[in-house]
């Protein structure tokens, strides 16, 4: 950006930036897709709650409840609204009218992915959170559960990180493939199959799949629990499991061997997913989302309108 | 330039737009700005002039930084042109062809945003959006969503939003498009009254337009810069010997005032159409006097005189030459 931009005062420099988040929040919450998309969560989110009201326990009536956000089908929904900002004729033709203004891609790219993010975590959170407090107050006739604010937190966290990165990959490929339709068809062949994939790289815990197998676990975990891990002892687990991760990660590519794993109880077969680490899967999906953003304004940067 | 410069090298201070060797060319396939030396002053109203696919468009999203040049530079006051030219674009007031808007916001709420894009403060911003909507004339139209808006309408929102950062510069691209003649004539008045304290560049291929509106002149062709130069450069540059007389009367009075006209010395006179008089004065002789004479002889021949005029449109006689020429040049090109 220019010098003269630079030293502006800060409410003045991120004008634009607002005017272009509130506009496209504006857009999107009078847009269709996402009067639906709200409509139809919270139609699923009550079926789901009367459906098992009298059968599951907190825990699990939670984690069934972000399902549909994690794995099927609201998916489509956020890839679409991710893809839409920055790719077809009608969006380049608005985004020139933005661009040809004192405005530098930059700053119209990361207002328009706010605004897609905004609007994705607002509709997953008014779907899920008053059901959730209703789930987790009120008296059902089930077994108590130790389900704790903590779990309930950061179970939304580890979904909202994972939607916010398919809005973050939506971006990505609207901005490569500039055309809705075909990136969007990309994606849903590139989501769907990701277990495989992630399987392949001995990724499994990144997949949505086990993430939503992992909720319930995540949802009884104590606040102590995680507090200890960060100051050392599970943190140095995560740490080892990460290298683990990426060299045979990189194995794969360079078709060497990686090295011997000790045996211990399976993550995945255990059922109670106690190495389930907060730690790794906000580091892969944070990174990855970073990644995808900044590659995106790379790739938008690069752009002829 | 790259041919022939007509026009004189101006400093660099005194310029609004200079480009140097601009090229874009489209996937290795197609050249729409070709090696363009281009030079506006600073005041003028400058009519980017040329055929339909000769690279206009192309020319000022460049300027914009809308598009990448794949050679060369673009400079607006001095400083380089490019997507991320935030001052650049804070110069420049930009209204594309047959503007696209918002159709879902209503005027104020669409030029508030322009407002607030250009970073003007609340108080800078709502007098400014007030007094643009009545100067183009859209205050009656403030409750109507931009979708329920026509095409003359949609551009005249575009012009007031190409205002609303009051820009030193404004690029108007095809800014008569579509428009019916009250539009059209609104919309070249504006230009009259904009250019009087701004510089303007209006691309257009209708000659009228130009005629009407600029000082200064560029000429592109198959992307390139064929002329640039005021508008008394390009007009200098066909030489027109010739006028004709639009009469009413006898054709035979009509007849006898070509072979009076003729027997004058440096004149050549012939009938067009049974009711006008081409008259073509030879080198070396005075235009005027020539008139003087054979305004005479009209009279003299009892026939009245409904006009005269010098042959067609001589900005469209010297597009077209310069046309044919730059086709003709071939490999000298």
Not at chain 1, 76 to 82: D, I, N, P, S
Not at chain 2, 116 to 139: C, T
Request: proline share 5%.
């Amino acid at each position: 950006m220019d010098s003269t931009v630079k030293t502006l005062p800060l409410g003045t420099k991120l004008m634009p930036f607002l005017a272009i988040l509130q506009h496209d929040l504006r857009g999107l919450w009078a847009s269709r897709l996402v009067r639906l998309w709200l409509a139809a969560s919270a139609l699923m989110t009550l079926m789901l709650s009367a459906a098992n009201w009298p059968k599951f326990q907190d825990a699990t009536l939670i984690a069934s409840l972000l399902f549909p956000y994690l794995v099927f089908p609201w998916f489509f929904v956020v890839v679409v609204l991710g893809v839409s900002p920055v790719s077809g004729a009608r969006a380049e033709v608005l985004a020139d009218g933005i661009l040809s203004r004192p405005v530098s891609r930059h700053e119209y790219l990361l207002a328009a992915w706010a605004a897609r993010v905004l609007i994705v975590l607002g509709v997953y959170l008014i779907g899920t959170v008053p059901a959730i407090a209703v789930v987790t107050l009120a008296r059902r006739p089930v077994p108590e559960d130790t389900v704790t604010l903590f779990g309930i937190i950061s179970a939304l966290g580890v979904v909202g990180l994972v939607l916010t990165f398919l809005v973050s990959l939506g971006f990505l490929a609207g901005t490569l493939l500039r055309k809705p339709l075909l990136a969007a068809v990309v994606l849903v062949f590139v989501w769907y199959p990701i277990g495989v994939v992630l399987n392949a790289f001995s990724l499994e815990e990144f997949s949505p799949i086990s993430l939503s197998r992992a909720m319930t676990t995540q949802l009884r975990q104590p606040w102590r629990v995680a507090d200890a891990s960060s100051k050392g002892k599970v943190n140095a687990q995560d740490m080892e499991a990460l290298t683990r991760q990426m060299d045979h990660f990189l194995s794969v590519f360079s078709n060497g061997q990686s090295r011997p794993v000790a045996a211990k109880p399976d993550f995945f077969e255990s059922g109670g997913f106690r190495d389930f680490s907060l730690f790794r899967v906000v580091l892969g999906y944070g990174l990855s989302t970073l990644i995808a953003v900044v590659l995106s304004i790379l790739f938008f940067h690069r752009r002829d309108f | 330039m790259p041919d022939e410069p007509t026009a004189a090298q101006e400093p660099a201070a005194d310029l609004a737009i200079r480009t140097e060797h601009l090229t874009k060319i489209y996937g290795q396939r197609l050249i729409a700005v070709n090696d363009m030396n281009l030079q506006v002053p600073r005041g003028s109203v400058f009519g980017l002039l040329g055929p339909n696919g000769a690279g206009k468009t192309t020319t000022l999203r460049l300027l914009l930084g809308l598009q990448h040049p794949t050679a060369g530079r673009a400079e607006i006051f001095g400083r380089p042109c490019g997507p991320n030219a935030v001052a650049v674009r804070s110069q420049i007031g930009y209204l594309p062809t047959n503007p696209k808007l918002p159709e879902d916001l209503r005027p104020i709420e669409y030029l508030d945003l322009l407002g607030k894009l250009s970073r003007l403060p609340r108080e800078v911003r709502q007098p400014r959006i007030a007094s643009l909507l009545r100067a183009v004339g859209l205050l009656d139209a403030t409750d109507q969503k931009i979708g329920t808006f026509s095409t003359g309408m949609c551009t005249r929102l575009g012009i007031a939003a190409s205002l609303v950062g009051d820009p030193p510069l404004l690029i108007w691209d095809e800014p008569t498009a579509g428009l019916d003649p009250s539009a059209r004539r609104f919309t070249l008045d504006l230009i009259r009254e904009l250019g009087k304290t701004k510089t303007i560049v209006v691309a257009t291929h209708i000659l009228s337009d130009i005629d009407q509106v600029c000082d200064h002149l560029g000429v592109m062709h198959e992307g390139r810069m064929i002329f640039t130069g005021s508008m008394q450069d390009i007009q200098r540059r066909i030489c027109r010997d010739d006028f004709t007389l639009e009469l009413e009367g006898d054709p035979e009075k009509v007849g006898r005032l070509v072979r009076d006209a003729a027997s004058l010395e440096g004149i050549e006179a012939r009938t067009r159409d049974g009711q006008a008089v081409v008259v073509r004065v030879a080198n070396g002789h005075s235009r005027a006097r020539a008139l003087a004479d054979v305004l005479q002889l009209v009279d003299a021949c009892g026939l009245s005189l409904h006009s005269v005029h010098s042959g067609q449109n001589a900005t469209e006689n010297a597009y077209l030459q310069l046309l044919q020429e730059d086709e003709a040049h071939g490999f000298h090109r």
